[in-house]
């Protein structure tokens, strides 16, 4: 099987280590995986108990995200990335997942990421500034939370429409800053929605319309273009 030929339809999981991740970084790492494919295995993993991950709770509500209990049965010994190896082997074995995002910071992780790309699947690594370089490497890309936290602060702060939605507006100006353009700035509408969609909350048939073209061409800050394969392409404008 070549596991990139459908690459927007390949089946992706991401596994977080609760312990050494940012609840806060959860949305850009969902549109970035966006990318590889649909993100349909979500797991948290942690001791949650720990008043420490409080944090993540409201995360997992909101973007169906299964919590992994592990206990701290013997200290020194980190249960949590003992569970996350054991689940990742599980899903490689079954061969039903083509891709993985891992958000950590832990190089213990690095084993793992050399595990996957070994089977020819695509790694994500997802941590902080000092995050080892050994899981660095070990991954196809790695990429700072932190600043994906940042470029998405600063793109809220981007003015938006009067009487317009601002949680939609910036769910799709992010989709669409995430997805391939060519020269002109235009990016293709399946992309962005693809990467729009893979947050769960979001369906074109909750603004009132039954097709993504119809709700984009509502708003003033895109233009759409239809090109001669059929495909619509989108600009941002504003």
């Not at 459908?6 to 050494?20: G, K, P, S, T, V």
């Not at 832990?106 to 050994?134: C, H, N, W």
């Not at 119809?214 to 495909?231: C, K, M, S, V, Y």
Request: hydrophobic residues 40%; charged residues 25%; negative net charge.
């Amino acid at each position: 099987m070549d596991v990139m030929a459908d690459e927007h339809n390949l089946n992706i999981a991401l596994l977080i280590d609760a312990d050494n991740a940012s609840p806060a970084g959860i949305d850009p790492v969902l549109t970035v995986l966006a990318e590889l494919g649909q993100v349909n295995i979500r797991r948290a993993y942690g001791n949650w108990r720990k008043t420490a991950l409080k944090g993540w709770v409201d995360k997992m509500h909101r973007y169906g995200i299964e919590p992994s209990q592990q206990f701290d049965i013997t200290k020194g010994k980190n249960a949590t990335d003992m569970k996350m190896t054991i689940d990742a082997m599980d899903m490689l074995y079954r061969g039903r997942v083509q891709g993985f995002g891992i958000m950590s910071s832990d190089s213990d992780f690095m084993p793992l990421a050399m595990r996957i790309r070994q089977d020819g699947y695509p790694v994500y690594g997802f941590g902080g500034a000092k995050t080892p370089e050994a899981f660095r490497q070990a991954c196809s890309r790695f990429i700072d939370v932190n600043a994906l936290i940042k470029a998405e602060a600063e793109q809220q702060r981007h003015e938006v429409s009067e009487g317009m939605d601002e949680d939609l507006l910036n769910l799709l100006f992010d989709a669409y800053n995430a997805s391939k353009r060519d020269e002109q700035g235009f990016a293709k509408l399946s992309e962005v929605g693809q990467r729009a969609g893979n947050r769960s909350s979001f369906d074109t048939r909750n603004y009132g319309f039954s097709r993504l073209i119809d709700l984009i061409e509502t708003i003033p800050h895109f233009a759409t273009e239809r090109r001669e394969n059929g495909q619509i392409w989108l600009k941002r404008l504003r």
